[in-house]
């Protein structure tokens, strides 16, 4: 991924980015695959308004993924990502071993 702005994303980009963003901070560590420029775009996300939180519920739906994972997204779309003390670059820890070793598996709910 090159762009920097999520503008420059298309809707599928948006929703991978998103999902990447959920794993750092929810699933387990080996599980993750988030990336500073992906963070640097949510941070971008978080403060875009609602106009954009719309776009990314629209992108979501595009997703292959069950009942229970499109409510996991939409709930950390709306109740953390849109929140004054989200912060992506926290949950980019989440992606080294313990010995600083970037983890790459991709086991996201979007694949």
Do not use: W
């Amino acid at each position: 991924m090159t762009a920097q702005k999520p503008e420059d994303l298309n809707d599928d980009q948006l929703a991978h980015v998103v999902d990447h963003a959920y794993q750092a901070r929810h699933g387990d560590k080996k599980h993750s695959k988030f990336t500073k420029e992906e963070a640097d775009i949510v941070k971008h996300l978080s403060h875009a308004g609602e106009e954009m939180r719309t776009r990314l519920h629209n992108a979501l739906r595009g997703l292959n993924r069950t009942d229970d994972d499109a409510t996991r997204l939409d709930n950390f779309v709306d109740k953390e990502m849109f929140t004054a003390d989200y912060d992506p670059y926290r949950d980019l820890m989440n992606n080294f071993d313990d010995e600083g070793n970037v983890l790459t598996p991709d086991d996201t709910i979007a694949g």
